[in-house]
């Protein structure tokens, strides 16, 4: 994030409404890579730069309104890297930053933002995020320094966070960081907002596997992850939803332990700001400056970051393409380039410098002559009051980006245009092309495109220009800055309220303890365990969750202790559960209830039952599986199953309804039932289910203690069998007839042990 947004955000978030509406008094941290302002040594002293005005303009309106107001607004504090800073100053300048500008400095040294600013952030994720791949690094070295910064900024965090802190950090270069703040301290709200572009699953895909989880993962510690298109945000659902294999509805995703809102929120600008920065002296001298030396020209602005990502150098050649085949212009028109100086060090970056220095040599060479500069270019950063300037003697201002998360130059030069005047030329591969669409859109590839926008704008007449103007500034001034700000804040709060409402089911460290009193307490215990997803994680083929040693012994400890009764309720065939757990003391239930194994060992069917039916419904299964890539069909041998968890989630997710769709339709009027599970489709017989298994082994009440865990759709049918006075547990954050949600297979292994560390210590103590 440079100087520019930092501003923005501090000036829009502190001022003195949206701090007060959004956050009810609670403080605001936000975290970016860089803070809004340098450090110097000066003559020996600490120097505080602000970023060209961006922090000290965006700090004293937030002060002005304090002492304006009786109400205070919320506190803030901004946390980030203020440059490089001799390890000797460090304290001083951590000291006079809190003191003076509310911030807090995290400190890195010359040879981490080597490897993490200059690498992984500017040679990998941005070039790979901008469409890109052939400039991408993807070295090791990289990604490991950017762990461990992203995990330092967490550390520098925990330091000065307080309980009820809303954070909101910012931009790519710290994708992980929601997750490591999450893990310390899960009660904080935390919000991301992404500046560039999320690309589309392909591309994204190219990352390497556990740089592309951990990135997701990273996010998705995140309460609401924000992006500026709608896009944007459908990419990363959908990388989500394939890398991951989190579903999502309506834009939350149930991620490993929490809820995730994603959303569009698209950036607007301080519109009042530029509206009336022509009514300042200094922007009105140097209007006057600029229209008197380039007197008598129709006049084409170009303003970026030097990047390659701007598409400066097609905008050159539609320039001079323009020029080509438009003499009639030649002397009347000039393009004024400025361009920001920027990563300095990124080789493509020195390269694209070089490749514009000679464009503009060779556009002027060909075409110049005296008295006339077709391109005047200048190579630096302008102050606030000169590119208003620049904005507001422009006819056309020319942004052709290849590939642009929003860009706010556009929105700028529209907002500044008060007259109505001026045209804006946008590229469609900017995330602004969604909200200006009254704009001369064109495809900067193509530099015929751009010479005729040129022409066409350069010869628009003025009622047309203000028309578009009027319709864009409209727009402009509902969703300016201080709206996405305070639309950002507002819905990161309200995401907390939903994810209080589903933990409020969360088994608590309190009815954790509880269960394991009454697990000590009682004579009679029955455990009604389901297997996968409960006691393993889910794994991509059925076959590999077979159960480790330390598993098979968890179990065998808790089926040792004679006052227990473990039943491990399955959708699998018997023959399966035999062989991993088939040698232990366990009741065992396969096939949803179809199979029983009860203390004797000895396999019974459930009723007797007709399996006529596969012969008509198996073909059909296979044709679904044969069209699409990595589903199955599994026969067991009372019921069967369409697996597609290794399939690709959207086809999936098409033709699953599909599938149970045709399958209802061939069921009704038997004794079948058509049941989705997690990532597959079964057919069993109705009537057998994990609750009827349940209540085979209920048949008197002599347990005094009964506790059900599951995890799938088909174990509601337990939790709903089982009597009130059971403990019943789902593992996920699903909503669910069970008594508690717990979020992860591994808690339930923690939970049993914990069980079985009881029986072991009795067994000791009887010794
Ligand atoms: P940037 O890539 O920096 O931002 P942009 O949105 O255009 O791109 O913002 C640039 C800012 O710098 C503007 O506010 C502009 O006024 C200013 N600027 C440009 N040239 C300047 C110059 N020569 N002198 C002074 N100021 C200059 C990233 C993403 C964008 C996204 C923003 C905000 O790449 O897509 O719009 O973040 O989220």
């Known amino acids: 994030m440079n100087w520019d947004k930092a501003f923005i955000v501090t000036d829009s978030v502190l001022s003195r409404d949206a701090a007060r509406t959004n956050l009810n008094g609670r403080r605001l941290v936000i975290v970016s890579n860089r803070l809004p302002f340098n450090v110097d040594v000066e003559d020996g002293r600490v120097v505080f730069h602000a970023s060209a005005g961006g922090l000290v303009t965006g700090l004293a309106s937030f002060r002005e309104s304090r002492e304006q107001t009786s109400a205070l607004p919320a506190e803030h504090l901004w946390v980030g890297w203020p440059g490089s800073v001799e390890a000797s100053l ?26 993490f600013y200059l690498g992984f952030c500017n040679a990998t994720i941005w070039p790979l995020f901008h469409y890109f791949p052939s400039y991408t690094v993807y070295q090791k070295t990289f990604w490991e320094q950017y762990k461990q910064i992203n995990q330092l900024f967490a550390d520098a965090l925990e330091s000065v966070l307080r309980p009820d802190d809303v954070v909101w950090v910012h931009d790519y270069h710290l994708m992980l960081l929601p997750r490591f703040l999450k893990a310390l301290r899960p009660q904080l709200s935390i919000g991301f907002f992404l500046h560039i572009p999320f690309p589309s699953f392909e591309v994204f895909r190219l990352l390497p596997g556990e740089w592309r989880r951990d990135i997701l993962e990273g996010l998705l510690g995140a309460d609401l992850v924000g992006f500026h298109t709608y896009e944007y945000t459908h990419h ?54 600029l229209k008197s030396t380039l007197t008598g020209l129709k006049l084409i602005l170009s303003v970026d970051r030097l990047d390659y990502s701007k598409g400066i150098s097609n905008r050159l050649e539609g320039y001079e393409l323009f020029l080509e085949s438009n003499p009639e212009y030649h002397g009347k028109v000039a393009l004024l380039m400025v361009v920001v100086p920027s990563r300095i060090g990124v080789v493509q970056y020195e390269l694209m410098k070089r490749q514009i220095e000679e464009l503009v040599g060779k556009i002027n060479g060909r075409f110049g002559r005296v008295g006339w500069t077709p391109v005047v270019y200048q190579y630096r950063h302008v102050p606030f009051n000169s590119l208003a300037a620049l904005y507001a003697v422009s006819d056309v201002c020319l942004v052709t980006p290849l590939r ?7 929105k700028e030069y ?15 591969m900017a995330g602004a092309a969604k909200e200006l669409p009254e704009a001369i859109i064109i495809n900067p590839n193509d530099r015929a495109e751009i010479a005729t926008a040129l022409k066409e704008a350069l010869e628009m007449p003025p ?16 969703y300016n800055v201080t709206r996405w700000a305070n639309d950002f804040l507002t819905t990161l709060l309200a995401v907390r309220e939903v994810q209080k409402r589903v933990e409020s089911k969360l088994l608590s460290p309190a009815a954790w303890r509880e269960i394991v009193a009454r697990y000590r307490s009682s004579r009679r215990r029955l455990f009604f365990l389901d297997y996968d997803g409960t006691l393993t994680p889910l794994v991509r083929h059925p076959g590999l969750a077979g159960p480790d040693p330390a598993r098979r012994e968890l179990l065998r400890s808790l089926a040792a202790d004679r006052k227990n009764t473990v039943v491990i309720a399955s959708g699998r065939g018997r023959q399966t559960l035999e062989e991993w757990l088939g040698d232990l003391p366990l009741g065992l239930v396969a096939e949803h209830g179809a199979w029983l194994r009860f203390g004797d060992r000895v396999w019974r069917r459930a009723k007797p039952l007709s399996n006529e039916w596969k012969r008509h419904l198996l073909p059909i299964l296979e044709i679904y599986a044969d069209r699409m890539a990595g589903a199955f069909v599994e026969e067991k041998e009372d019921s069967v199953a369409w697996h597609y968890r290794m399939a690709d989630p959207e086809q999936a997710g098409l033709c699953a309804p599909e599938l149970i769709d045709h399958l209802l339709n061939l069921s009704a009027k038997t004794d079948l ?17 994990k609750g009827a298994a349940a209540l085979s082994w209920l048949t008197d009440d002599e347990y005094d203690f009964i506790l059900g865990i599951g995890d799938d759709a088909t174990d509601e049918d337990f939790f709903k069998a089982l009597p009130a006075s059971a403990y019943s547990i789902r593992v996920g954050m699903t909503p669910t007839h069970a008594q508690y949600n717990i979020r992860q297979s591994g808690e339930v292994i923690d939970l049993l042990r914990a069980f079985a560390s009881l029986s072991d210590a009795k067994a000791k103590e009887s010794q």
């Open 404 to 410: 642009d998360g929003m860009n706010l130059v556009a």
């Open 673 to 689: 039932q058509v049941v989705q599970g997690n990532k597959v489709v079964e057919i069993r017989h109705t009537g057998l289910n």
């Open 414 to 428: 529209v907002a500044t245009r008060g007259d109505g005047a001026g045209v804006l030329i946008l590229s469609e």
């Open 463 to 478: 009622m047309e220009q203000q028309k578009r103007h009027r319709l864009m500034q409209r727009r402009l001034r509902r």
């Open 236 to 289: 990363f659902l959908q990388s989500v939803l394939r890398i991951l294999g989190y579903e999502y509805q309506m834009s939350q995703v149930l991620a490993a332990d929490h809820i995730v809102k994603v959303d569009t929120f698209p950036m607007g600008i301080d519109v009042d700001k530029f509206a009336g920065a022509t009514a300042n002296d200094e922007t009105e001298r140097e209007i006057r400056q």
């Open 90 to 115: 460090q304290d001083e300048v951590v000291r006079e930053a809190l003191a003076r500008f509310q911030s807090y400095p995290v400190f890195l040294t010359e040879e981490q933002m080597e490897h």
